[in-house]
């Protein structure tokens, strides 16, 4: 009687701490153990995930916080320099910042049959992991493309911006670099793969793109026809989108196509790290991505796991060559402090001309 | 008898050659380990150094400030170590970072005049760096702007983990081959051992499975370093055979010697039987006479079994000569007959270290053939103990027939005795002998002067060490 108690006084001391973006998933049997995620990825996309995984684990409750990368990375470490560690899972789309976590050592080591599968460039020490396999896709509203080509690749996109500046101006959205993290990686990554890019987001900026911090945003945006053109993309939400019928048509860039994974990385620091690996487990496992893909929407990175939204078929649709972000020590370059501050400033002094 | 048990050949050749191998393995390990890091560290740091000067490369200075534009190569080409965590810091003149980890370990070149030395490349080292051992390498760039001026530090740090997996590869793939070789030569040892050692299994078998009797030489085959121990076996044997022999003879010819006075014995025993009483007490004082040569000659055969026996141990302490010839003269001699040996010595005593039973049978054995073939004269046999230069000199003469030259040789021989045909068992001077070349001396014969027989004894003192 008394266990029973002091556990109901913790829950609602963790209760009082919740936060509005905070979503909890009590446990479907008796309570023993609760697991805190801290993710980016849209609460309604993961849900479906969560209750399958209580379906086999029916002791764990679950605490889903929904942040943005940045939001999430910076609360993570500010918790864990004030000896209040509370996150037992991290999900970022971020794979900059979550290489950096593992990279400054705060990152525990997971290994399983499932991550063993995972392709090298979603996998880092063992400590990273890639549970997603999500192409930067350009997204245009199809009316507004009436008796018009769909642009194809940047240089395409670039071509049509200049030919009809005007008609374009004000419709073209892309994310907020500054405060999107996704984007932010997006963007560096570009810098680093194209010799276009400097044209494309000078364009952009002719322009007058709009910026979005979330792509929901963007992508309603899209729909209500207010913008035209989206680029960089997520493609999952896209996806998602136009499976309900969305006006809006998916082109994955010929030239190239970025693909970018959300991350697990389970910290060393994790007060529940036993139920953090069994959840990262079911993330891997074949059952999982299934759920991932059909549910949410998130296309599975293991290719057994064939679904509506797949690696095959993203394979099948895209063209040109998929370019992974691959998960190292690279990833930390653009992290760096002069060189993020002399990338915004000539991203954003191009953008705001 | 048990012989005291030692290590099999096998179990002392596999030992030393394991020890050698395990000491010599263990060297080589420490060697290959430092070999392997080194190694390792040498392919890792070129990398490490690569990444260092790419980011040198990009130093620039705008509005007196540091700039750094972190190549995506520098460290993306240190994902060659792909499980590696990757550090790096830019530093500037007043140690104040410009950009990257500020927590980084200090690499403080070590003085003044070495600072010159960042000329020549990266310098490298060592350092704890959260919770794991990370290797760094320090560029250092100098910056001469009006308003800026001093060194700027590019460090660029990555952790062990592929280096120490590379050195754990080059060190089994360079003791791996070495285990094997040891392990094949041990078994070529055992192996090898068994192959060398059957010829003297061989040996033994043959040996194991003789008639007592059969003393022909062992012919079985054997490897160069076996053969000394076989010719020793086989010498062994024909000794044995030559001792064997002789002794059947020495027993043929002792049987001969005793049937003779027992035949007569009983010969005049049978006579006496029917004879009248004078006959009797002829009878008699025969059968006396024949027991008494019997006796004899069961003295003399025990006197050589003792000497025989002594021969082979060695009993040597300090005795007096003198002491010795008068005991001799006094467990020897019958009483009646006390009167007929004379000594004469330079001195009371004669100190002399020597087996006093064996020199004791000697002169027993010579006093009695003195007194037996010369003791019918009037003179009394003559014994004299002389001091020479080396030792001792003892004679023992009498008046008796003397030995002719032609026989000397001969009469040192069991039971052969001089051409003058007096009755004796012919042990005597062969036990004397003996005797005598046991203490490493000589016996010799001489006529004596007046008619009669000397024999002298030459007893050498025993030097140091001389053992014969």
């Known amino acids: 009687m008394r266990g029973a108690w002091l556990v109901s006084v913790a829950w609602m001391t963790a209760m009082a701490w919740v936060d509005a973006s905070a979503e909890i998933y009590p446990a479907v049997g008796a309570r023993t153990s609760l697991l805190t995620i801290y993710s980016t990825t849209d609460t309604s996309v993961f849900e479906a995930a969560i209750r399958d995984f209580q379906k086999s684990n029916p002791s764990i409750a679950i605490q889903y916080e929904e942040l943005e990368g940045t939001v999430l990375y910076r609360r993570f470490l500010g918790e864990l320099a004030r000896g209040t560690p509370k996150a037992d899972l991290l999900l970022s789309s971020a794979m900059d910042l979550q290489a950096k976590l593992v990279n400054d050592g705060y990152a525990a080591t997971h290994d399983s049959p499932s991550a063993r599968t995972l392709p090298a460039w979603a996998r880092w020490r063992d400590q990273a992991f890639g549970f997603t396999f999500e192409p930067a896709v350009m997204v245009f509203n199809v009316d507004a493309f009436v008796g018009r080509a769909l642009p194809q690749t940047r240089a395409e996109l670039i071509d049509l911006l200049r030919r009809e500046s005007l008609t374009w101006r004000g419709r073209v959205g892309t994310y907020d670099i500054a405060n999107s993290s996704v984007g932010y990686l997006l963007a560096s990554q570009d810098a680093r793969q194209s010799s276009e890019f400097g044209a494309l987001i000078e364009t952009m900026g002719d322009s007058h793109v709009r910026v979005e911090r979330r792509t929901g945003a963007l992508l309603d945006l899209l729909e209500k026809g207010e913008l035209a053109i989206g680029y960089n993309l997520l493609g999952s939400y896209a996806q998602t989108r136009v499976a309900s019928g969305a006006p809006l048509a998916i082109v994955y860039p010929r030239d190239y196509t970025l693909v970018v994974t959300r991350t697990a990385v389970l910290p060393a620091s994790a007060p529940n790290l036993e139920a953090a690996h069994r959840l990262l487990d079911y993330l891997l496992s074949i059952r999982g991505q299934r759920t991932l893909a059909d549910e949410g929407g998130l296309p599975a990175i293991r290719n057994e796991a064939a679904g509506r939204q797949s690696q095959r078929r993203i394979l099948d649709a895209a063209v040109g060559p998929l370019r992974p972000v691959v998960l190292g020590p690279g990833l930390l370059v653009y992290l760096d402090a002069q060189k993020k501050r002399r990338f915004l400033d000539s991203w954003f002094g191009a953008v705001d001309q | ?468």
Request: with cysteine.
């Open chain 2, 1 to 468: 008898m048990m012989r005291p048990r030692t290590l099999s050949l096998r179990a002392r050749l596999v030992g030393m050659l394991g020890l050698l191998f395990l000491f010599g393995t263990i060297a080589l390990l420490i060697a290959a380990r430092e070999y392997g890091r080194l190694a390792a560290d040498k392919s890792y740091d070129r990398l490490l150094a690569g990444s260092a000067l790419s980011i040198a490369e990009t130093l620039s200075i705008d509005n007196s400030a540091i700039q750094v534009d972190l190549p995506y190569a520098a460290l993306d080409m240190l994902s060659a170590a792909p499980d590696d965590r990757v550090f790096y810091r830019v530093y500037g003149p007043d140690a104040g970072t410009i950009t990257g980890y500020e927590d980084l370990p200090n690499w403080q070149p070590p003085s003044r005049r070495d600072r010159g030395l960042a000329f020549e490349g990266p310098r490298f080292f060592d350092a704890q760096y959260r919770g794991e051992s990370v290797r760094f390498a320090v560029l250092g760039r100098e910056i001469a702007e009006p308003d800026l001026q001093g060194w700027v530090w590019v460090q660029v740090g990555q952790t062990r983990r592929a280096r120490d997996e590379l050195a754990q590869e080059l060190v089994l793939g360079a003791v791996a081959p070495i285990v094997l070789m040891t392990l094949l030569a041990m078994a070529v040892v055992i192996f090898g051992i068994s192959r060398a050692l059957r010829p003297l299994q061989n040996v033994g078998e043959d040996l194991s499975m003789r008639q007592p009797e059969d003393l022909r030489p062992v012919v079985e085959p054997v490897p160069r370093e076996i053969a000394p121990l076989i010719d020793a076996i086989n010498g062994f044997m024909r000794r044995l055979s030559l001792s064997i022999e002789s002794l059947r003879a020495f027993i043929g010819e002792a049987a001969h010697q005793m049937r003779t006075p027992l035949a007569s014995l009983r010969a005049q025993a049978h006579l006496a039987a029917d004879d009248d009483a004078e006959g009797q007490r002829r009878s008699l004082a025969a059968v006396e006479r024949n027991a008494a040569r019997l006796s004899r000659l069961l003295d003399q055969l025990l006197s050589d079994a003792t000497v025989m026996h002594r021969s082979d141990v060695r009993v040597f302490e300090s005795i007096d000569l003198v002491a010795l010839i008068h005991e001799a003269i006094n467990e020897g001699v019958s009483h009646s007959r006390k009167g007929d040996v004379c000594v004469s010595s330079e001195a009371d005593q004669a100190p002399f270290v020597g087996d006093a039973l064996l020199l004791g049978e000697a002169l027993k054995n010579l006093i009695d053939n003195a007194l037996k073939y010369g003791g019918e004269a009037d003179e009394p046999v003559q014994v004299t103990l002389q001091k020479v230069a080396d030792g001792y000199c003892i004679a023992v003469a009498d008046r008796g027939p003397g030995i002719p030259v032609s026989d000397r040789e001969r009469v040192f021989q069991r039971f052969a005795r001089g051409e003058s045909g007096i009755a004796g068992a012919g042990l005597g001077l062969a036990i004397v002998q003996r005797a005598v070349l046991r203490h490493g001396g000589e016996v010799r014969l001489a006529d004596r002067h007046g008619g009669g027989l000397e024999v002298i004894l030459h007893l050498p003192r025993r030097v140091e060490g001389g053992d014969t």
